[in-house]
């Protein structure tokens, strides 16, 4: 409002205006609404969210898993007085280890094979001066037929466990585990 000595001029003041550092205009109110509105619809960054992250429950199959290297069926034999086996159990196993070694047969004589083939090239020395690529191919055949051979000891197992308690299967694989990491099983 003018003060009562200035002159007033079509209704305003004669002094110029005060140059003002920050003008809100109609410009200005759409530009901070449109910001407002893109950022709401912006994706969060990382960190950005202001809800707390979902967590999904997810149902776990307890199942039991063949582990990763299955029982041999001898040394599951061997083991029938430490797991408990009764004569019935004794006598299904022994019937499942014939089976297997019948059907093993083969493969455990080309692996033998394999194996000395291996080792014969090795200690002639064709393990100097060779890569790791080199060596790799050379064990190749004995790294594919072993593979296969534990395949068939975890289908071997598959059928061995249905004649074990949970409890027998429980031991068994805890003390095969046991004697591959060389420490004593737990009783």
């Known amino acids: 409002m003018p003060s009562h000595n200035e002159p007033i001029r079509n209704g305003r003041s004669a002094r110029p205006p005060k140059p003002r550092w920050f003008r809100v205009g109609p410009g200005l109110l759409l530009a901070i609404i449109g910001s407002l509105l893109l950022w709401r619809q ?12 979902r967590r999904e429950r997810t149902r776990v199959d ?3 898993v063949t582990p990763l290297s299955a029982p041999d069926p001898n040394w599951l034999l061997s083991q029938k007085e ?7 159990q004794v006598q299904k ?3 499942l280890e014939a089976r297997w070694s019948r059907d093993t047969q083969e493969l455990r004589d080309e692996i033998a094979r ?10 002639s020395g064709g393990a100097k001066g060779v890569t790791i690529e080199t060596l790799r191919e050379k064990a190749a055949p004995v790294s594919a037929l072993s593979r296969e051979l534990t395949e068939a000891r975890r289908a071997w197992w598959g059928d061995a466990r249905k004649v074990l308690t949970p409890a027998q299967q429980k031991k068994a694989e805890t003390r ?7 420490r004593p099983p737990h009783q």
């Open 93 to 95: 196993l022994t019937k």
């Open 62 to 64: 307890v199942t039991p």
């Open 82 to 88: 430490a797991l408990g086996l009764s004569a019935g």
């Open 176 to 182: 095969w585990q046991a004697r591959l990491s060389h």
């Open 114 to 123: 394999a194996s000395e083939e291996f080792n014969r090239d090795m200690a």
């Open 42 to 53: 912006l994706p969060p960054g990382p960190g950005g969210s202001t809800e707390p992250p």
